[in-house]
């Protein structure tokens, strides 16, 4: 398990997520949602963090939003 996060990010614990009164899961990386989960889907995730500790959770969370990331985000400057 050495090799799955080389740079520690998952310890500054990026991930967070919410679940809404329908079950849907919200998936947010740094407060922004990146996804959302619903059915079987939301309903296999809760299973799984159930039972998870805090790094197994955010790395729950990694594999399920996957490789949302590319580069090419816009980032919000203050003027």
Do not use: C, H
């Not at 059915?39 to 729950?60: R, V, Y």
């Amino acid at each position: 398990m050495d090799n799955i996060d080389k740079r520690n990010r998952l310890e500054e614990e990026p991930f967070s997520y919410k679940v809404s009164k329908d079950n849907k899961v919200f998936i947010f990386w740094e407060k922004k949602q990146v996804k959302i989960l619903r059915g079987k889907e939301s309903e296999k995730f809760l299973a799984k963090i159930a039972n998870a500790d805090t790094f197994e959770s955010q790395l729950i969370m990694a594999k399920i939003t996957g490789n949302f990331k590319r580069g090419n985000e816009k980032v919000n400057k203050a003027k």
